[in-house]
């Protein structure tokens, strides 16, 4: 049943219309829905026909309360980013670089910029491959024990040549930094390359991975 307190005043449902609507016009636009969400969800718009805004997103919407949250983040992630100059394509870039946007909503207005580039170099810094665990040998007990095969070497994953991410940006210089990914490897990138140079690397880099991939 409907209480006094949960209706919604004329200003309100006119405003959770205008939200909603953008919700069901804005498939593509990923910012828009997540502040829609966003709004609602802080204002309590939901209130007078469901009790939560979790059961509001599945009966609405059929989502469910995590994916209206990551929506709601990926917005933010945006918005963020924007304030130092950074335009977010995509709901995917926007979820990968949420820590460098949580580095730069930290940091005091007049230290984003700078928070912003240290955040982004981190992130381009290749991770360093843990180094081998040796393993102690161990005498053979008696009788003796066949030596184990040698085991095959492992292969390493290969990349989804078909599944390309290019994040860049520009630094203080005005040149363009960042950094690619092609399937899950993350491949930085040289400082100073114009636009056309960066699509030629990929471009290369794309041919030699399909050559490896070739049986």
């Not at 950074?86 to 946007?101: C, F, I, N, S, Y």
Request: charged letters at 25%.
């Amino acid at each position: 049943m409907t209480t006094i307190q949960n209706e919604l005043s004329l200003a309100e449902r006119a405003e959770l219309r205008q939200l909603e609507t953008t919700i069901s016009r804005g498939w593509q636009t990923f910012i828009q829905v997540g502040e829609a969400l966003s709004h609602i969800h802080k204002k309590r718009l939901y209130r007078e026909d469901f009790r939560t805004f979790e059961e509001y997103c599945q009966k609405v919407w059929n989502w469910s309360r995590n994916r209206a949250y990551q929506m709601m983040d990926a917005a933010k992630t945006a918005s963020v980013l924007e304030e130092v100059g950074v335009t977010v394509a995509h709901e995917r870039e926007a979820r990968q670089l949420k820590p460098v946007a949580k580095a730069v909503a930290a940091a005091p207005a007049a230290q984003r910029k700078s928070v912003f580039e240290e955040a982004m170099q981190k992130a381009m810094t290749p991770t360093p491959a843990p180094a081998p665990v040796k393993v102690p040998s161990v005498k053979a007990a008696s009788p003796a024990l066949e030596p184990a095969s040698e085991p095959a070497s492992p292969v390493a994953p290969r990349a989804a040549v078909s599944d390309v991410a290019l994040y860049l940006y520009r630094n203080a210089t005005g040149t363009w930094r960042g950094f690619c990914y092609i399937g899950t490897t993350r491949y930085p990138l040289e400082d100073g390359l114009a636009l056309d140079e960066i699509q030629a690397w990929i471009t290369r880099q794309l041919g030699a991975l399909k050559q490896e991939a070739t049986p």
